[in-house]
C-alpha cells in the first residue's frame, strides 16, 4: 500500500511524526513524504526532531515545489493521503482546488481520483470561514478528522491521546494497530 502522508505548518507536528514512526513498522505501506516549508519551522519549536530524523522515517521525501513527484499525477496509484497536521491554508487551498505546491496538488489528485484524503485540521477555536471550508472539503470527498482527544480508553500519557488519534487515522484505511483500547474492549 502506498500511502502519501503531508506535514503542514499548524501546530501538531507530533501527530505527523507518530503516524510515520508506526507505518515505518507496518508491513507493506510505502510511505512518501512532502514536510511544507512552515512545517520545517513548526516541528523544531514543537519537538527535538529534526528534519532528517523525520524524512528518516518515511519510504521517500519529495520537496513541496517538485510538481513532477510520481503521485501529481492521478495514474501513479495510491490508496490515498493524509495531511498531518493540517493547516487551516491548507484546508483552503484543498477546499478551493487551489494546487500551487506538491502537498496541495497530491490532495487534489487523490479527490479526484477517488481516493481516501484525510485532513487532520489542527486549529482552535474556529470561525464560520474554517467551518465552511472543512464543510467544501467534505464534500469534495475529504474525511475531516481534527486531533480530538477521546477519554474511554483512559488515556494516561499525552503519547495515549496522541496514539488515539494516529490509531483513529489509521482505521481509514483499515491498517491492524495496537496503539489504543478500542470502545467496548
Request: hydrophobic share 45%.
Amino acid at each position: 500500500m502506498r500511502l502519501i502522508v503531508g506535514m503542514t505548518g499548524s501546530s501538531g507536528t507530533i501527530y505527523g511524526i507518530r503516524m510515520l514512526q508506526v507505518l515505518k513498522s507496518t508491513p507493506d505501506v510505502e510511505t512518501h513524504l512532502i514536510i511544507s516549508e512552515a512545517a520545517r519551522i513548526s516541528l523544531g519549536l514543537e519537538t527535538a526532531y529534526s528534519v532528517k530524523d523525520v524524512e528518516a522515517l518515511a519510504d521517500a521525501v519529495y520537496s513541496e515545489k517538485n510538481i513532477a513527484a510520481p503521485f501529481s499525477s492521478g495514474s501513479y496509484k495510491t490508496e490515498g493521503m493524509v495531511i498531518v497536521p493540517c493547516s487551516i491554508k491548507t484546508l483552503s487551498a484543498v477546499a478551493n482546488c487551489y494546487s500551487d505546491t506538491l502537498l496541495t496538488r497530491a490532495a487534489d489528485v487523490v479527490i479526484k481520483e477517488r481516493r481516501k484524503l484525510v485532513l487532520v485540521v489542527r486549529e482552535t477555536p474556529l470561525h464560520a470561514g474554517h467551518l465552511k471550508l472543512m464543510h467544501e472539503a467534505s464534500l469534495q470527498g475529504a474525511i475531516i478528522m481534527p486531533p480530538i482527544p477521546a477519554f474511554y480508553h483512559k488515556p494516561k500519557t499525552i503519547e495515549d491521546l496522541i496514539d488515539h488519534t494516529v490509531g483513529r487515522i489509521l482505521d481509514v484505511w483499515g491498517i491492524e494497530h495496537q496503539l489504543f483500547k478500542r470502545w467496548g474492549e
